[in-house]
């Protein structure tokens, strides 16, 4: 089983050589009933749209192409054993959790969480401890994680099963996990890596270390997100003895699909064999690319490039993520998005008060930076002419909060709407995430405070949008009533 094989696409190819007649599910039958405009479209690929049949293996007990691909995508990304997921990264992250923790029993958990991770706390009924990365002032964004806050959170809470950690972040901020395994491990923890935006870093040397090769138990990618899989499809890595594999297993049966799509299987089987036959030349290509634009760049006085020099603390940052500051412009991040989407037609990644983000792949080259280039700096003369015009931008505020009830035990309870601003002293009854960076600024059974009501309200404000809330113009918050049991 040589790395050029790609198994999964191969028993999908030869099952359609012999002109197959369909009498399974999916009910288009092999596309041919695809409607309209997306029949159309998908007429080809549709006939890969299959199901476990002879020949096709089964996710969940893997034992022909299936379990031959995630033993190549284990080699491949540096683990021991490879699971592949068709519920994203979101569903890694749940069946990380749910292996590692029993109802009630203490996980360490970073603020600066996706909210899966809060998902899977809710579903293990576990007791996270929060604590905190650092924040990039000068971006006011989530940074990495300090190697002493691991230590500290580490030794007060020594019977915490698992410390999960995400990094990189959103933004490409990478910490130090080489050490924090180390301190992790030797308090008899599992590392647990939400490495989402970090599928790629296997394929280059100039790229930071992987969560595998710095010693994590359990790492979650996205492949989708940087590599070429389709949107969903994702991979959860797993080595050292830590790890009770047969648990696991379980676990990923509960939260995935007993009818994984073949077109997402498929394709994490090509995204690996693109990545080891190909990806370190076209790595290469990218990352040189984005260097010589992020050179053009600094010689733009009203764009702040974040990069390893303009970030405290010891973290990578990943080359291929560009947060771009852009207060020196006069504008707002969620201004200059929407400028360069409808003027430019150049759609980013995300953006907040002060930053725009921009991910660049392996499939990116001179010409898709150079065209974002010229268009970030077709913006800069307006910005001389702007100068006494100063915009609102709030730094995200993260701090602890009291916490009331765990997330499990909020979840459960009646909710009832109440005026933001007169929600002091309440309970929360839902998560308020800003959108972007996606961070919750307070999640169900914590407590709301004066600072962060205000703090909310000059987001919102500053246009900021907030998911998690049923009341997304967040005029109103969903609270614990307090006449509950415990609230
Ligand atoms: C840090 C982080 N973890 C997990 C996820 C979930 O990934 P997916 O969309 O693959 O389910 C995301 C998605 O944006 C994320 O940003």
């Known amino acids: 089983m040589g790395i050029s094989t790609i198994p999964i696409m191969n028993a999908i190819l030869s ?13 288009h039958k092999m596309g041919r009933g695809l409607d309209g405009a997306l029949g159309a479209w998908l ?3 549709g006939r890969l749209d299959l199901t476990e049949i002879p020949g096709l293996d089964d996710l969940h007990a893997p034992e022909g192409a299936i379990r031959e691909a995630q033993s190549l ?7 021991e054993e490879t699971y592949f997921l068709v519920n994203g990264s979101t569903a890694g992250n749940l069946a990380m959790i749910l292996t590692a923790v029993r109802p009630g029993e203490k996980i360490l958990v970073p603020r600066n969480l996706h909210k899966s991770v809060l998902n899977g706390l809710v579903l293990a009924k576990a007791q996270p401890v929060f604590y905190h990365p650092e924040v990039h002032e000068e971006y006011g964004i989530a940074s990495g994680v300090a190697v002493e806050t691991v230590r500290e959170i580490v030794q007060s809470h020594r019977e915490a099963k698992a410390l999960l950690i995400v990094s990189p972040t959103y933004h490409g901020i990478c910490s130090d996990l080489k050490k924090i395994a180390e301190i992790v491990h030797e308090a008899g923890m599992m590392l647990l890596v939400d490495e989402a ?16 090769e710095s010693g994590a138990d359990m790492a979650v990618q996205s492949t989708h997100k940087t590599l070429g899989a389709l949107t969903q499809a994702s991979m959860l890595h797993v080595r050292g003895p830590q790890v009770d594999r047969a648990r696991l297993r379980k676990r990923l049966q509960l939260v995935q699909s007993t009818s994984p799509s073949y077109l997402l299987l498929a394709s994490l089987d090509v995204a690996r064999h693109q990545m080891q036959t190909e990806g370190h030349a076209m790595m290469s290509q990218a990352i040189e690319a984005v260097k010589k634009g992020a050179g053009r760049l600094a010689t733009s006085p009203h764009l702040n490039l974040l990069d390893e020099n303009n970030t405290p603390g010891n973290f990578r940052v990943d080359p291929l993520k560009w947060t771009i500051g852009v207060t020196g412009l006069h504008k707002t991040g969620s201004q200059v998005y929407e400028h360069l989407h409808l003027q430019n037609r150049l759609t980013l990644e995300l953006s907040d008060p002060q930053n725009v983000l921009a991910v660049f792949t392996y499939t990116d080259g001179d010409r898709q930076v150079d065209r974002l280039v010229k268009a970030l700096q077709a913006l800069e003369p307006a910005a001389k002419e702007a100068r006494e015009h100063e915009v609102l931008l709030p730094k995200m505020l993260y701090t602890a909060l009291e916490a009331k009830l765990l997330p499990h035990e909020a979840f459960e ?4 709407r109440v005026p933001l601003q007169g929600a002091a002293g309440c309970c929360a009854g839902e998560m308020v995430i800003p959108y972007p960076p996606g961070i919750p600024l307070i999640v169900p059974g914590e407590v709301w405070t004066e600072e962060l009501i205000s703090h909310v309200q000059t987001l919102r404000d500053a246009g900021v949008r907030f998911q998690g809330v049923e009341d997304s113009r967040m005029q109103e918050v969903r609270v614990l009533p307090q006449q509950q049991k415990g609230v």
């Open 15 to 27: 099952h359609l050589q012999h002109s197959p007649g369909s009498y399974h599910v999916p009910g």
């Open 43 to 45: 007429s080809q690929a």
């Open 73 to 79: 995508a284990a080699d491949a990304f540096g683990a």
């Open 197 to 212: 935006h970090g599928a790629h870093f296997a394929f280059h040397e100039s790229l930071p270390e992987t969560a595998m």
């Open 413 to 416: 309870m009646d909710t009832e």
